[in-house]
């Protein structure tokens, strides 16, 4: 029987281990999720968000196991608690906004007509969750897409191996019903072939550029809509009128929690020539005294990388960038726990330039390059030098300079003066390889339904 393992990146043991479901049996939980889906979502809308409501609070109950079951899978230090705060945030605005969000548009009422469009759920939804915030990414798409009454199956990757299955534990405790939110454990070739033989009405997928392309390739020729979340290297500039301190402390927080393994981190930095050298001097300061370590003991603020291999892209990256001219600034004396594995100590960039893959490519790790620009058009140019496109910070007092520039910039949120944060009410999205679709708000609803034109003639004469 094949086994899917979790490496844990605390010692470099099999955590935890799960057998690969078959085909067979993947198929069978696919029609149990298809024939639980119009009971499901024959049920008023109000019983369907009270029983997700229902099921966060569930696991909200368990958060003395979440926390250390976490540092174990993926490496983020005890000492921040899990990610209950985001997970609970995004369950209730999304209840909060689900009545409106769904209620039908209506075009006319008369004596003659009713015309209206109706929103309906796409069917079965599969989410397939990644592994640097596996619950918060993962509630995106479940909350609404049950609230929506859709079923939903969901598949974690390794590095998370127990989150999918301790979130269906906590809905199924709270009162969901068991074939309406199931948890897989799938190999590469069987979630393809079920992806390819139309299994799903609706697939949302966070991670690789690669993991996406292969699967569009799987779904080709299905029309099953896809949510894609796929690679970022977001910029963040600091304007001449910034608040200097804040900035730091935003962006130095942004481009290094959870070992700067986040989705919409901080990973390049463009500073107005006048502030340059003062935020270099603070930002090298600041990224100075974490302290890395085991992330079970609590007094560990940055913890090792969710695996080895993801350490290696970010010393090569590293490597490569100083090779080519880069000044590397934080001092590795000071983190003696970098053992050349998991374990990995900060790093701040100068000296850089887009010539250099740390600049151009995701490095997905507590490392990022920092460049003196003299004017906006300059930053504006750098920030869109990339081929990916999901956040922007922008640092200035001027409301109207930020939305102009942000206007320019090809991507999928502009933030000003705020990093790295996931907005609820706002739909989440990105260009470019980042990819497509968007999650959250109103707008997130809409994708997880299909639009129904009612076009009722109420006379004949």
């Not at 966060?56 to 230090?77: S, Y």
Request: with cysteine; charged share 25%.
């Amino acid at each position: 029987m094949t086994m899917i393992q979790c490496i844990s990146p605390v010692d470099g043991s099999v955590y935890a281990e799960r057998p690969v479901l078959s085909l067979d049996a993947a198929k069978a939980a696919v029609e149990r999720a298809r024939k639980a889906q119009k009971s499901w979502a024959k049920q008023p809308l109000e019983e369907r968000v009270q029983l997700v409501l229902k099921g966060v609070a569930r696991l909200n109950e368990m958060i003395d196991e979440v926390v250390p079951e976490l540092a174990w899978m993926m490496g983020r230090p005890v000492r921040y608690g899990g990610e209950f705060k985001g997970f609970n945030e995004r369950s209730n605005y999304v209840a909060s906004i689900a009545a409106d969000a769904l209620k039908p548009i209506d075009v006319e009422d008369s004596q003659t007509f009713a015309r209206r469009i109706e929103r309906e759920p796409h069917g079965v939804v599969f989410v397939i969750a990644p592994w640097n915030y596996p619950y918060m990414t993962a509630i995106n798409t479940v909350a609404p897409a049950l609230m929506a009454g859709n079923t939903v199956i969901i598949k974690h990757a390794a590095q998370t191996l127990l989150v999918g299955e301790r979130m269906v534990r906590a809905f199924v405790e709270a009162g969901v019903p068991e074939d309406v939110f199931q948890n897989v454990f799938l190999d590469h070739e069987t979630s393809a072939a079920l992806i390819a033989a139309g299994s799903f009405n609706f697939i949302n997928f966070t991670g690789s550029v690669e993991g996406g392309r292969a699967i569009e390739r799987a779904a080709a020729g299905t029309f099953t809509g896809l949510g894609l979340e796929l690679g970022g290297k977001d910029p963040g500039y600091v304007m001449e009128d910034a608040d200097l301190d804040a900035a730091v402390d935003t962006l130095m927080d942004g481009a290094t929690f959870n070992s700067g393994q986040c989705c919409c981190g901080i990973e390049r930095i463009y500073v107005h020539e006048s502030l340059y050298d003062a935020f270099v001097e603070k930002s090298v300061a600041w990224v100075s005294n974490y302290k890395l370590g085991n992330p079970l003991d609590g007094e560990t603020t940055l913890g090792p990388m969710a695996n080895k291999r993801f350490a290696k892209v970010v010393r090569e990256q590293v490597a490569d960038a100083v090779a080519k001219g880069a000044k590397a600034l934080v001092d590795p004396k000071l983190f003696p726990a970098d053992d050349g594995g998991a374990y990995l100590a900060p790093q701040v960039l100068v000296d850089v330039d887009h010539s250099m893959a740390f600049m151009r490519e995701e490095t997905f790790g507590p490392a990022f390059g920092i460049m003196k620009v003299k004017s906006d058009d300059e930053a504006l140019a750098l920030m869109n030098d990339s081929q990916y496109g999901l956040t922007a910070s922008l640092w200035t007092k001027d409301v109207e300079r930020a939305s102009r520039i942000g206007a320019e910039i090809e991507t999928g949120t502009v933030f000003m003066n705020r990093a790295d944060y996931l907005d609820p009410a706002l739909v989440w999205t990105g260009v470019k390889k980042t990819g497509r679709g968007g999650s959250l708000s109103v707008l997130g609803f809409h994708n997880l339904t299909r639009p129904k034109s009612y076009h009722l003639k109420k006379v004949t004469a």
